[in-house]
């Protein structure tokens, strides 16, 4: 998160003749510029690159990597999943298939066909097969046990607000400049014991690699992607005044720009009408009656099933600036808190004949693993729906972030009433620790915001 | 709090009483532990008011500061501490196991032989709570850097105003390293009753509330004729005809009753025989002083003894003596450290060592996990709860051949009927739990509406085409298979503390002992006090 005492906007994108009546793509373009100058020629050793939900992270990191290599550098990527390695594998062999890159992989965690399908891939578990290669790509996890290489000159790190300040301790070794690029808003870093005994040190271990990094790095001012490409014009500005009060952004594409149409009407159903009101307005609300429940809520994770089998059924189109596409099962995506609501869903759609987690199929699967991810329409279990409590956990704003931010069309939440009742009886109380960054805003305030704006679209389940 | 621990609480509370948790102990428990219950005095962070201690629950050792606001007063009772804890804290140190091991040198690639000591025994301290734990810490934070009349002698420099008794800074660096320990998680150099009773049986009331050692005793062992609810109402509430608590707070805190009705007098009657120079009357007022504190210690006493012997009514779980060789293992380290004269711990970690420590816990809490689900079938259940494992009774073993290699390798289909759910995909890897090698297996397909899953297996049944006698299960037989790894991952490789990177502010500035400054008690903004 920003901390408070950072200025409003970051290095880039403030400039004048910048408003919101400028043209995204050219605000977009002079901020690249001016962070790929930095990187290359800049005179600190980091660059920082703050980048709200679908602003080209990906496609920067991509550009980058082809600069440095065109003005004659090696370079290394660090990214945090292994599938975010594949998927950065397959986006800069797909962009410039004379790029030669190096897929560094674990014995144990083979790399996806789509990253090794190009030719000038190559794959080892050993960088020393790799060190040919411009660019070598692989997980923190991985680079942590590269040992005996000479440090390459630049490096990007690919999500590293997600990355944990001891796993740059352990890889910064390896490089001698580096471009860092994430999206301050998702999730923090965690850890499975406490981390107490360090909370306001600089290089506490248990942080994100970002703030260890300007805190060490007090002359690095973070640049900042101006423009969401993916949120559409009715989710930007919630999203952004939500969650990014610092560091406002904008659409890409105006309100008339994207469109979903369903051929089939609707029957009627709560499900359905939730679908045409999130159809028209981008968001929807279905709220099933008041009650304390399981996580698993059977009733719960059954509307979502529901929403998933009727927006399939009736035939949707999205309409974008890329043109014309149906949406099918692959453009869904339902997002919960937990693993096990996540296995519930999954068996709930698979008991309607809805395909699950595959090619052709709808996505399933909790925040974490959703970061970083795009689709059509999401369907999100509200994280505090049915809860008696209001725990850390259900309030960690990047949660709510990551699952109201997947979407390029849609995003219908299905929840329990009573969420604002909740929040109020539950306002923030973590202890305030010396030399710590307040968050803000924090995630009952975050909820509370998102919450206001899906009434506007809510229909009782 | 997971489904199961919840389900066992609204049992409790159905029941009247604390319904278990574990069917075997998780936690080492020495033959002879030293317990030890510290009280502070109010209002002065890390000013030790009492400490009742020993070995022996018929005679406890009571130390006491009749004027908590007196430095002398405060280090002469750290003195009595050091004198009671430190031989036995040091006696440990002598009878060892000789371990042999083979290191490469980095530099030639030679193989050598190494010897190394491991403590055969190691000590084991018992506190009421969690928050006796933080006490310790605090007290070793006050006085490891503190300088005695005899060291400054011997290095030659002014010992400052308040000269320590001698071997209280000693006693610092052991409580700083037995509070430490005791962050790694299923360590038990240091332990705190109510966390090893919290682990074994769920209570009808909060987490908070077991905070509460009376309270949490009641519900784990009530007296007849009352249930666990009613039994830890009066503990935390019952007063006498004096309005002080039958069953005084565990420590460090007191009651404030007990202080501003009871302690409060007696401290302003003992000042007042001082001020007189009437040795003869401040000692009676001493006295009356201890007394009172030994009133409100024994009773916490007395249930840190009855809640081991609960305790060491349970099974001890498999894994134990693994895990006690690794607290054998901090306590040699830290006997070694003292005797070469390494300085007293930093009051912060630097970035290396912050990170080595996150790692070490993280490691520690997975291997404790692990280990608690493999000896324990009620912590197991939870990981089955949760789509994490599974166990039933084999159904069907069908032979099956991965012919894809020179020669064809056993890879049997095994069939077990369970209402299990694991959360995951065929093809998903499992792994064996109390099979007869570490054994990993493959999902093949689940079918929830008959209950039958299957999987194959996929090693550890020998080199042969026929799977070694004994490495497959048969049909009847329990199994038991978990979707995570059984084994702890090693932790990456950090650089050296002088190998800092410049992300982390580059090497750090080395800090003396002696460049500390000179505080009586720790802020409040260090090590999370």
Redesign the interface.
């Known amino acids: 998160m920003p901390p408070l005492s950072r200025p409003p906007g970051g290095a880039s994108g403030t400039g004048p003749g910048t408003g919101p009546g400028a043209d995204p793509g050219a605000e977009a373009d002079r901020a690249v510029a001016a962070i790929l100058d930095a990187a290359l020629h800049g005179t600190e ?2 660059t920082v690159v703050d980048s709200p939900p679908g602003a080209g992270k990906s496609t920067l990191v991509v550009r980058a990597a082809r600069e440095l290599v065109g003005a004659g550098e090696r370079l290394m990527i660090v990214a945090q999943t292994n599938s975010q390695v594949d998927d950065l594998v397959d986006r800069l062999a797909t962009a410039d298939p004379g790029l030669t890159v190096g897929r560094l992989h674990g014995s144990d965690a083979a790399p996806a066909p789509e990253a090794l399908r190009h030719p000038a891939v190559s794959a080892s578990t050993k960088p020393a097969d790799l060190l040919e290669c411009s660019v070598v790509v692989s997980t923190a ?1 991985k680079w ?2 590269v ?1 005996d290489v000479d440090p390459w000159r630049h490096a990007i790190v690919d999500e590293a607000y997600q990355m944990r ?2 796993a ?3 890889v ?2 390896l490089f001698e400049r ?1 471009l860092f690029v994430g999206d301050p808003g998702q999730l923090d870093p965690f ?16 942080s994100s ?1 970002v703030m ?2 300007l ?3 007090p002359r690095i001012v973070p640049h900042r992607l101006p423009v969401s490409w993916r949120l559409p014009a009715s989710a930007a500005p919630l999203v952004s005044a939500a969650f990014y009060p610092y560091a406002p952004f904008r659409s890409g594409t105006g309100p008339g720009d994207r469109g979903l149409t369903l051929a089939a009407p609707g029957d009627g159903s709560a499900a359905d009408r939730v679908i045409d009101i999130a159809a028209e307005s981008g968001w929807g609300l279905l709220e099933l009656p008041a009650r304390h429940t ?2 698993t809520d059977p009733e719960a994770v059954r509307a979502v099933a529901t929403v998933v089998r009727r927006l399939l059924d009736r035939t949707g189109t999205a309409v974008s600036e890329r043109g014309s596409a149906p949406l099918t099962a692959d453009r869904i995506a339902v997002g919960t808190a937990h ?2 609501q996540a ?1 519930a869903v999954r ?1 709930a759609l698979v008991a309607l004949g809805v395909p699950v ?1 595959g090619a052709a199929a709808v996505t399933v699967d909790t925040a974490n693993r959703l970061q970083g991810r795009e689709y059509d329409v999401t369907v999100v279990l509200h994280p505090l729906s049915g809860r008696p409590d209001a725990t850390a956990f259900h309030l960690e704003t990047g949660r709510l972030c990551v699952l109201a931010s997947r979407h390029r069309h849609a995003c219908i939440v299905v929840a329990r009433a009573g969420i604002a009742e909740l929040l109020d009886e539950h306002p923030s109380t973590e202890p305030v620790q ?2 710590v960054t307040v968050k803000f805003p924090d995630g009952w305030t975050a909820n509370h915001a998102v919450l206001e704006h899906l009434s506007e679209h809510r229909v009782p389940g | 709090m997971s489904l199961l621990s919840t389900l066992a609480r609204m049992e409790a509370v159905r029941d009247g009483r604390a319904v278990p948790l574990a069917t075997v102990r998780h936690r080492h428990l020495a033959d002879r532990p030293m317990v030890l219950v510290p009280l502070a005095a109010a209002g002065e962070a890390g000013a030790p008011l009492a400490v009742m201690l020993g070995q022996d629950r018929e005679s406890p050792v009571l130390l006491t500061v009749p004027q908590p606001l007196d430095r002398d007063r405060r280090f002469a009772l750290l003195a009595d501490l050091a004198a009671e804890l430190l031989p036995w804290l040091e006696g440990f140190g002598t009878e060892v196991d000789l371990l042999t091991r083979e290191v490469k040198d980095p530099a030639t690639g030679e193989k050598t032989e190494q010897v190394r000591e491991l403590c055969t025994n190691a000590p084991q301290l018992l506190v009421p709570g969690p928050a006796a734990v933080e006490f310790l810490g605090l007290l070793g934070r006050s006085t490891r850097f503190r300088r005695s009349a005899e060291t400054a002698l011997d290095e030659g420099v002014d010992p400052g105003p308040y000269p320590v008794p001698a071997r209280v800074p000693l006693l610092g660096r052991w409580l700083t390293h037995l509070r430490d320990r005791a962050q790694v998680p299923g360590s038990s150099l240091l332990l705190a009753m109510t966390d090893l009773l919290g682990r074994h049986w769920a209570t009808g009331q909060s987490r908070l509330e077991d905070q509460h050692l009376g309270a949490l005793l009641a519900w784990i062992d009530p007296p007849a004729g009352r249930t666990g609810a009613e039994a830890a109402l009066l503990a935390e509430t019952a007063r006498d005809g004096h309005g002080q608590l039958l069953c005084p707070p565990a420590g460090p805190t007191t009651d404030p009753r007990f202080d501003s009705g009871l302690l409060a007098p007696a401290i302003t009657r003992y000042d007042a025989a001082r001020k007189l120079d009437d040795a003869v009357a401040a000692q009676a007022r001493e006295a009356e002083i201890a007394a009172l504190l030994e009133a409100v210690l024994r009773p916490t006493w007395d249930r840190l003894w009855q809640g081991l012997d609960l305790l060491r009514a349970l099974p001890a779980a498999a894994h134990l003596p693994e895990r006690w060789e690794g607290d054998r293992w901090s306590y040699t380290s830290h006997r070694d450290r003292i005797a070469a004269g390494e300085p007293p711990q930093p009051v912060r970690d630097d970035a290396v060592t912050a990170a080595r420590k996150l790692a070490q816990r993280e490691r520690e809490q997975t291997r404790l996990d692990i280990q608690e689900a493999l000896d324990d079938p009620l912590a197991m259940a939870e990981h089955r709860l949760a789509g994490e494992a599974l166990a039933g009774r084999v159904v069907a073993v069908e032979a099956a051949y991965d012919e894809t290699g020179r020669s064809p390798k056993p890879r049997p289909l095994v069939t077990v009927r369970t209402s299990d759910r694991p959360h995951g995909d065929p093809g998903r890897e499992l792994y064996r739990a109390g099979g007869p090698t570490a054994q990993k297996a493959e999902l093949v397909s689940a079918d929830p509406a008959a209950g039958l899953v299957t999987v194959r297996l996929l090693n550890g049944m020998g080199r042969r085409k026929e799977p070694e006698p004994g490495s497959v299960p048969e049909p009847g037989e329990q199994v038991c298979f978990t979707l995570f790894e059984l084994t702890a991952r090693q932790s990456a490789p950090l650089p050296e503390p002088e190998d800092t990177p410049w992300t982390h502010g580059g090497p750090p500035v080395t800090r003396t002992a002696t460049a500390q400054p000179d505080l009586p008690t720790a802020p409040a903004d260090e090590e999370g006090a």
């Not at chain 1, 850890?191 to 248990?206: C, E, K, M, N, R």
């Open positions: 050793r980091g996890a942590q046990w040992k300040s001891d740059l301790l352990a910064a070794r580096a850890s499975i014991v406490g981390t107490d005994q360090w909370a306001g040190l600089s290089y506490d271990p248990s690699a260890t990094l805190a060490h790095n399981v996580r693993r096990d296995a068996a987690d010396l030399g």
